[in-house]
Nanobody, 125 residues
Framework: QLQLVESGGGLVQPGGSLRLSCAAS????????IGWFRQAPGKEREGVSC????????NYADSVKGRFTISRDNAKDTVDLQMDSLKPEDTAVYYC??????????????????WGQGTQVTVSD
């Protein structure tokens, strides 16, 4: 079965860090631009960051710029999201998504071929 799997979520105090990882099952991420999205309770899903297929185009939503870092680990065939200086407003379910494309469309991907099932991130005392 072709799917994306996120890992690395959890509970962290404000100011703390988490590292999320997105892996593919049944295919390789090499041919896909990858985006991270999040959805907080009662809110619409929003884009967080995007990395192009080659990793040469990286973009972030203003709300996370300077705190989050997206990267590709070709050896592990994962796309990771390092989240530092976390705030309570970062609390959400985080999803990765894949687009059979070279490029990002700003900090999102234009068309979604695959979604992951999400991982919960909670930032709280």
């Amino acid at each position: 079965q072709l799917q994306l799997v996120e890992s690395g979520g959890g509970l962290v105090q404000p100011g703390g860090s988490l590292r999320l990882s997105c892996a593919a099952s049944g295919f390789t991420l090499d041919y896909y631009a990858i985006g991270w999205f999040r959805q907080a309770p009662g809110k619409e899903r929003e884009g967080v960051s995007c990395i192009s297929r080659r990793g040469d185009d990286i973009n972030y939503a203003d709300s996370v710029k300077g705190r989050f870092t997206i990267s590709r680990d070709n050896a592990k065939d994962t796309v990771d999201l390092q989240m530092d200086s976390l705030k309570p407003e970062d609390t959400a379910v985080y999803y990765c998504a894949a687009d059979w494309s070279d490029d990002c469309s700003g900090y999102v991907i234009a068309e979604i071929d695959y979604w992951g099932q999400g991982t919960q991130v909670t930032v709280s005392d």
